[in-house]
Antibody
Framework: EVQLVETGGGLVQPGNSLKLSCATS????????MNWIRQTPGKRLEWLAQIEDKSNNYFISYLESVKGRFTISRDDSKSSVYLQMNNLKEEDTAIYYCTGGYGYNYFDYWGQGVMVTVSS | DIVLTQSPALAVSLGQRATISCKTNQNVDYYGNSYMHWYQQKPGQQPKLLIYLASNLASGIPARFSGRGSGTDFTLTIDPVEADDTATYYCQQSRNLPPTFGGGTKLELK
């Protein structure tokens, strides 16, 4: 059974940082391209970042609006992917999903999501 | 970024056909593939992949679901509609980075 479990969400003040983790099992993590996608309170889905697999030198891409604030990383030995979020803003409030796939940039696997609320 | 446009809502009767459309402002075809994908999201759940590359059924998805289209116009069809199909359906393109999603179409029963 495929499982992706996100942790690390919560309530944070503007300007602060948060690190999300996603532990996975049930699929070949080492060759998967892993992503973070968020869903805003208005239900809009927004892709944030992607990290490719070792054969693609762990190439990383970001949504322009989060570049410099968010950092994606992975640990193949733990089948886990991470999202470090710095200088958080109120508009970063959303449910954050960890997703995975094998090229063509569609998302086969989704976690259950973790809520991040940025508010003073 | 490529913009995807969906109608906000659609109401159909049980057993009838539902056709959900997605239009893009740029061609999403490339080397024989249409980089368009469809997801289903039920309340309180994560999205689930239904269709990839415009017309390919994802694993475990019933054959009542089908997708077609090319270029800038795509459709997801559910035939026949069952009660369990009430959900929001999103299209997503991956022709260009960043991958982008449509605003979603909420399918309701009449």
């Amino acid at each position: 059974e495929v499982q992706l479990v996100e942790t690390g969400g919560g309530l944070v003040q503007p300007g602060n940082s948060l690190k999300l983790s996603c532990a996975t099992s049930g699929f070949t993590f080492s060759t998967a391209w892993m992503n973070w996608i968020r869903q805003t309170p208005g239900k809009r889905l927004e892709w944030l970042a992607q990290i490719e697999d070792k054969s693609n030198n762990y190439f990383i891409s970001y949504l322009e609006s989060v570049k410099g604030r968010f950092t994606i990383s992975r640990d193949d030995s733990k089948s886990s992917v991470y999202l470090q979020m710095n200088n958080l803003k109120e508009e970063d409030t959303a449910i954050y999903y960890c997703t995975g796939g094998y090229g063509y940039n569609y998302f086969d696997y989704w976690g259950q999501g973790v809520m991040v609320t940025v508010s003073s | 970024d490529i913009v995807l446009t969906q109608s906000p809502a659609l109401a159909v009767s049980l057993g009838q056909r539902a056709t959900i459309s997605c239009k893009t402002n740029q061609n999403v075809d490339y080397y024989g593939n249409s980089y368009m994908h469809w997801y289903q999201q039920k309340p309180g759940q994560q999205p689930k992949l239904l269709i990839y590359l415009a017309s390919n059924l994802a694993s475990g998805i019933p054959a009542r679901f089908s997708g077609r289209g090319s270029g800038t116009d795509f459709t997801l069809t559910i035939d026949p509609v069952e009660a369990d199909d009430t959900a929001t359906y999103y299209c997503q393109q991956s022709r260009n980075l960043p991958p982008t999603f449509g605003g979603g179409t909420k399918l309701e029963l009449k």
